[in-house]
């Protein structure tokens, strides 16, 4: 006999009941999906986002902070390089090229960032800068991402900007304003924290701050004998990989370190992993008493439609049929549970990496993966072998038992 019609039934007659059965699956299912997709999605955005950084040499301090302050443009206070340290690592012939990084201004609440022509150009790649390389200290190039036009000329201001809230940069009575930057490029789309940021010659921020003795040469281009600042941060280009060990192990000294953006990352990656791992088994206890509960409801539930069960059994239904009806009618709401949970998810996730992405400037991708799959498959699994209890419990007892 075929049990679906009398699920089918028993779906309309509890239906409320059978909404919010399924709609706890679902919240518990969509929360792992989303922790787990968005972590893979953020773990990648952020690799991709270092790759054009080879390797980087900074004064000694916290690798994981540099990061933060060179690749992902989020200031902090480090200790600079000395102006004679950075020419000794200019004068340096192994890399394809050295680029100090100033930061710490922001313009119109966007983050300021001092470089050279070769940093910008290799930022780009294959895509072409939009307009002109600067000719003067008060221009500058804008990343894809921010809201200005060629030819603008933008409020500059001492301390760090805030891409979430440029709106309120003008209302900032401790910011220090010195100047404006006349827009003459914006950069192709790099899908890193570059993107939203304001790249202007590095000439500008050591003159800004006071920090440059001497005349500087052609903004952006730094020759032999031009005049030099200090800087938190110096980044060099490779063509080799063995070329980059070797300026690792020639730069790590007791008054610079270098190390590869990966090494950093690897230590972030491992917390993440940490809380990822803490955060799925606290889901996958969640998903496993959401689908205890159910069944535990599942069973007063059918105590009361017991009598119309055993009414079957009298009409000459077997006890296979019944135990049937009862397992298709917790899967179904399992199964479906669980398909709108990874649905849920997806979008859970979509979302928070939009938001974030906004936030950061990182272009981040979700997508589905192995690990969300199954962890809906073990859900599914579980729930089967689960269902069979309610199942049973109207299997095992005499239909008499529940017509008298």
Do not use: C
């Not at 069944?295 to 119309?308: D, E, F, K, P």
């Not at 669980?338 to 936030?359: M, N, P, Q, V, Y």
């Not at 419990?393 to 239909?399: M, Q, S, V």
């Amino acid at each position: 006999m075929n049990p679906f019609p009398i699920v089918l039934a028993l779906w309309r007659r509890t239906r409320v009941t059978s909404a919010l059965f399924l709609l706890l699956i679902a919240i518990s299912i969509a929360l792992g999906v989303a922790i787990i997709a968005q972590e893979r999605g953020l773990r990648t955005g952020s690799a991709r986002a270092s790759d054009p950084f080879d390797l980087i040499v900074a004064a000694p301090g916290s690798r994981t902070e540099i990061l933060f302050n060179v690749v992902y443009l989020r200031p902090s206070a480090v200790e600079l390089i000395p102006a004679e340290t950075l020419a000794d690592i200019l004068a340096d012939p192994v890399p394809a090229f050295a680029a100090p990084i100033a930061f710490g201004d922001n313009a119109e609440g966007f983050p300021i960032v001092g470089t050279t022509t070769n940093m910008l150009r290799h930022l780009a790649g294959d895509g072409v800068i939009d307009g002109a390389m600067w000719a003067r200290e008060e221009e500058a190039i804008i990343g894809a991402s921010l809201p200005f036009e060629i030819g603008q000329t933008i409020h500059s201001a001492h301390g760090d900007g805030d891409i979430a809230g440029h709106e309120d940069a003008h209302d900032d009575d401790d910011a220090d304003s010195h100047g404006g930057l006349r827009v003459v490029g914006r950069m192709p789309k790099t899908g890193t924290a570059w993107d939203s940021a304001v790249l202007v010659p590095i000439e500008y921020s050591w003159s800004t701050h006071a920090l440059l003795a001497g005349d500087p040469g052609v903004p952006g281009v730094l020759e032999p004998g031009d005049a030099l600042g200090p800087v938190p941060a110096v980044v060099l280009d490779t063509e080799k990989l063995v070329d980059a060990y070797g300026l690792r192990t020639r730069w790590q000294t007791d008054a610079t370190t270098a190390f590869f953006p990966a090494e950093a990352l690897s230590e972030i990656y491992a917390y993440m992993g940490d809380v990822r791992r803490i955060m799925s088994a606290l889901t996958t206890a969640t998903q496993a008493l959401v689908i205890a509960a159910i069944l535990s409801g599942v069973v007063a539930l059918m105590q009361l439609y017991s009598a119309r069960l055993a009414l079957l059994r009298a009409l000459g239904a077997t006890r296979g049929y019944v135990f049937a009806v009862m397992w298709v009618y917790v899967m179904g709401l399992i199964a479906g549970g669980a398909a709108l949970g990874l649905a849920g998810g997806t979008l859970t996730a979509r979302a928070i990496t939009a938001l974030f992405a906004s936030e950061t400037g990182l272009t981040l991708t979700t997508q589905l993966g192995w690990e969300e799959l199954r962890l809906v498959a073990l859900v599914v699994v579980l729930g089967a072998v689960l269902a069979v209890l309610p199942a049973l419990l109207l299997f095992r007892k005499p239909a008499v038992h529940y017509l008298r």
